[in-house]
């Protein structure tokens, strides 16, 4: 009989998806309704990966004013951002083998988490992961450390069967947090100097390496 493999926790924005046309708009959107410039493209990119409430909050100071920002990103979001995506090239396959080799799959995002689900409910290979786990709307759950958790305890896992897979240092702090093992891909939105920063254990530069790092 095969030994159990592992579960694989897998970030959605800069990991299986690349959403930066989506993200941006609805920031843009966001900030324009409250009266507040929008910055440059480049700097609204480093948005992907934060929880809202983390981006928002230096720009808008004031709680109140942040709440009514993440609605108008979120009202945004569920009409046009949502589906404002492309899929990495090669993750799919890469996904589809992950699962026929016995993994376990789950996707653990920032992202709000109805519209996590529904991303990857609509994403040709979405029906390969288990559960989505995504922020809660009050934000509670909002950074990866808690997320991971809620994870683990809605899987029933240890955090030593399980790996993350992510693009920013976010998902590598909230592995090592938990002591979890980990990949930082550099296909998505931070890159190999935020990684490495990070003390991510492996780099992917493209999907096709998972399975081999996986098993190495």
């Known amino acids: 009989m095969r030994p159990a493999r592992a579960t694989l926790f897998f970030d959605l924005d800069g990991t299986l998806i690349d959403s930066a046309i989506g993200i941006t708009r609805c920031v843009a ?5 409250m009266a507040h410039p929008v910055p440059p493209q480049d700097e609204l990119r480093r948005w992907i990966g ?14 109140v004013r942040v709440e009514q920002a993440v609605d ?13 995506h492309e899929v990495y090239p090669g993750i799919g396959d890469t996904v589809e ?5 016995g993994y ?5 995002t920032a992202k709000n988490e109805p519209h996590a689900r529904k991303i990857v409910e609509h994403l040709p290979f979405g029906r390969r992961f288990d559960d989505v786990i995504g922020a809660t709307a009050d934000g509670r ?10 994870a683990l305890q809605r899987l029933g896992l240890q955090a030593d069967e399980c790996w993350m897979i992510g693009d920013r240092h976010m ?8 002591g979890m093992r980990n990949i930082g891909v550099l296909w998505g939105f931070g ?13 992917a530069a493209a999907p096709a390496e998972l399975p081999v790092l996986l098993a190495a």
Request: hydrophobic content about 35%; cysteine-free; charged content about 30%.
């Open 104 to 108: 376990r799959l789950a996707v653990v």
């Open 50 to 63: 934060p929880s809202l409430r983390t981006s928002f909050s230096p720009l808008l100071r004031d709680p």
């Open 29 to 33: 959107h966001a900030l324009t309704q």
């Open 141 to 150: 759950l909002s950074d990866k450390p808690e997320l991971i958790a809620e």
């Open 171 to 178: 998902d590598i702090d909230g592995a090592r947090h938990h």
């Open 191 to 203: 890159g190999e100097a935020e990684l490495r920063g990070a003390g991510a254990d492996h780099l």
């Open 97 to 101: 083998a992950l699962h026929a080799d």
């Open 72 to 84: 108008h990103y979120r009202d945004r979001f569920e009409t046009h951002g949502w589906a404002e």
